[in-house]
């Protein structure tokens, strides 16, 4: 954990023209065609894309799948790749306007899966295949309004526009990355405010630390590979050339405290005057979500309350009374909770990653351009073997 520095130092999208729909169709690549329901074979093959997908593009998430029970593993898969296919839109498309259409494109698909006509694609088909074995053993199943939060989240923040304060980064990494969290803890299936609460602190830990980690990728994105012959597209070009610019994603209100300007990032990098120091901040926020998570889990393991209220209790998708037999009484109400968290601690294991990123950012002295911190961890297997084993992360 970082320590303060002075101790430790489809078919529903119909663009109105050909180029722009062959454009969505070919790089989401998949037919629009709407199926019965996935065969066996397509199940099976829907499943091997989304690992493929994971190890390629998010290798904590494919290191932590077998710390998902067997059961909930195909919806895992479905959700995490779901989030792969959503953030990587912004790196593939060459103006916000197609971002967006490409993004509406995800919504219609999300739609047409709840509605069990999922569209030929190997996210949608296995995100289907989960939502009827979930339907099948007669839970709620999934929520669909938390696949659109996700989409709406990403959708906001297409362009990369730079996060107005800290608490609008927490807001983000709580729409998106506590939202993946809490969808797969509904896969279990479990409904728990305790859990969902776990899950909130863990997910902003992990969604503010992928913001941090994708700052040098933003800043100094490579050229990209635009290949086109048409003329008269100047309002497009000059998008592009903004876009290659870089940008970068701190909070501005943690950049003015420390009177980081963003044209010192763009052209010294990591040597940026107040760099280090903005880096640190947002690192901290961090870092305090696992410590909050930490006692949390320390506070049950000795029969006491988690300490704190959950922020989000009164969202409609928390009120989980009407699902499950609640315990009123003291022990009765630990105990409970407790099995719970029993049941949960596998879909936390996101908490061992992040703090493993957040620890080497510390050894590093928060030089954000290291390039250790892009490089796969091999520490994670093991760290989250004994974190497990331990029920502590």
Avoid at 71 to 99: K, W
Avoid at 108 to 135: E, I, M, Y
Avoid at 148 to 173: C, F, G, H, S
Wanted: glycine residues 6%.
């Amino acid at each position: 954990m970082i320590t303060p520095r002075l101790r430790i130092c489809s078919t529903a999208i119909k663009p109105k023209n050909l180029h722009l729909s062959r454009h969505l169709s070919s790089a989401s690549g998949y037919s629009a065609t709407a199926s019965d329901g996935p065969s066996a074979s397509e199940i099976s093959s829907a499943k091997a894309y989304c690992v493929d997908l994971l190890r390629k593009y998010d290798s904590p998430s494919y290191t932590l799948l077998p710390f998902i029970p067997p059961a909930a593993q195909p919806a895992y898969l479905a959700i995490r790749a779901f989030n792969l296919e959503i953030a990587r839109i912004a790196d593939h498309v060459s103006t916000p306007q197609v971002g967006a259409l490409r993004l509406q494109f995800w919504k219609d698909n999300v739609t047409r899966t709840f509605a069990g006509a999922p569209p030929k694609q190997p996210v949608a088909l296995l995100l289907a295949a989960a939502l009827a074995a979930l339907r099948a053993d007669g839970s709620a199943g999934l929520s669909k309004s938390w696949f659109m939060r996700v989409i709406a989240a990403r959708e906001q923040y297409l362009n990369n526009a730079p996060y107005a304060t800290l608490e609008d980064l927490e807001k983000y990494a709580e729409s998106t990355y506590s939202t993946l969290l809490y969808l797969t803890l509904q896969a279990l299936p479990l409904h728990s405010v305790t859990a969902d609460h776990l899950a909130s602190h863990v997910g902003k830990a992990a969604g503010i630390v992928t913001v941090l980690r994708g700052l040098p990728l933003l800043a100094f994105p490579a050229p990209p590979n635009h290949h086109s012959n048409s003329k008269g597209l100047g309002m497009v070009e000059q998008q592009r050339s903004r876009a290659q610019q870089g940008v970068v994603t701190l909070p501005l209100d943690v950049m003015a405290e420390v009177g980081l300007r963003e044209e010192d990032v763009l052209r010294k990098g990591a040597e940026a005057e107040g760099l280090r120091d903005a880096v640190f901040k947002v690192a901290t926020r961090a870092s305090d979500h696992l410590i909050t998570a930490r006692t949390m889990l320390e506070n049950l393991k000795k029969g006491e309350d988690v300490g704190h209220a959950f922020e989000h209790e009164d969202e409609e998708e928390h009120q989980h009374e009407h699902r499950q037999h609640r315990v009123d009484s003291g022990s009765g109400k630990m105990a409970q909770q407790n099995a719970e968290v029993e049941r949960a601690f596998g879909v936390l294991m996101p908490a061992v990653s992040t703090g493993l990123w957040l620890d080497k950012l510390q050894k590093l002295d928060f030089d954000i351009f290291r390039e250790e911190l892009r490089r796969r961890e091999w520490k994670l297997p093991w760290k989250a073997y004994l974190a497990n084993r331990r029920r502590m992360f």
